[in-house]
């Protein structure tokens, strides 16, 4: 099992910037992909960004540019720095753990973007 601890999600000003980060425990395996997702109100939970063991990093479209991913292999920690924040921003936001096809998540963080 894995367990994940989010922090750092609040409401903050359209443009300003928030970091996220996750906390990984139990049986921690170096060959994963630790992520964020979203889910807005109404919408299907959404990949925000991923990245590899070996630092490989993926993001959505809607946030590249803004958002950057990075991990703390060593402490199994996972970071989202988000600048130029939107409105449209605004979600719970997920910390995902995924060893080959297995997925964990968090228990979420709000992220609330006043515009």
């Known amino acids: 099992q894995v367990q994940l601890v989010e922090s750092g999600g609040g409401l903050v000003q359209a443009g300003g910037s928030l970091r996220l980060s996750c906390a990984a425990s139990?049986?921690?395996?170096?060959?994963?992909?630790m992520g964020w997702y979203r889910q807005a109100p109404g919408k299907q939970r959404e990949l925000v960004a991923d990245?590899?063991?070996?630092?490989?990093?993926n993001y959505a479209d809607s946030v590249k540019g803004r958002f950057t991913i990075s991990r703390d292999n060593a402490k199994n920690t996972v970071h989202l720095q988000m600048n130029s924040l939107k409105a449209e921003d605004t979600a719970v936001y997920y910390c995902?753990?995924?060893?080959?096809?297995?997925?964990?998540w968090g228990q979420g963080t709000q992220v609330t973007v006043s515009s």
């Open positions: 995902n753990y995924r060893l080959f096809a297995r997925n964990y």
């Open positions: 139990g049986s921690i395996f170096s060959a994963n992909v």
């Open positions: 990245i590899t063991n070996s630092g490989t990093t």
